[in-house]
């Protein structure tokens, strides 16, 4: 299982970012997924959820209402569309698949990770 996250860069505040997650897996759409981000110095931090159909969705409260999951099981692809982002939102974000249908922010839940994709937001 492969998971290739992409869509990172470096913006200014209040910008905007999308990032994809594609799955290489044709069974990618039987479990939840999620994303999580880690900024230098600090622990890895959950960050949004989603359930395998997509049809539920849990956020941390620091991008409530400012980022939104989704997916596209069809094309075995995890979207984090990212508004109004701020210098705090600065990490490398992970998208990790569970083993479950049901997501989680607990980051133990998750079996496979990707490599990580940059964010960058400057003041």
């Known amino acids: 299982v492969q998971l290739q996250a992409s869509g990172g860069g470096l913006v200014q505040a209040g910008g905007s970012l999308r990032l994809s997650c594609v799955g290489s897996?044709?069974?990618?759409?039987?479990?939840?997924v999620g994303w999580f981000r880690q900024a230098p110095g600090k622990e890895r931090e959950f960050v949004a959820t989603?359930?395998?159909?997509?049809?539920?969705?849990y956020y941390a409260d620091s991008v409530k209402g400012r980022f939104t999951i989704s997916r596209d099981n069809a094309k075995n692809t995890l979207y984090l569309q990212m508004d109004s982002l701020t210098p705090e939102d600065t990490a490398v974000y992970y998208c990790a698949r569970g083993t479950l249908s049901n997501g989680s922010s607990d980051w133990s839940k998750y079996a496979y990770w990707g490599q990580g994709t940059q964010v960058t937001v400057s003041s």
């Open positions: 989603i359930t395998s159909a997509g049809g539920s969705t």
């Open positions: 897996e044709r069974t990618f759409g039987r479990y939840g």
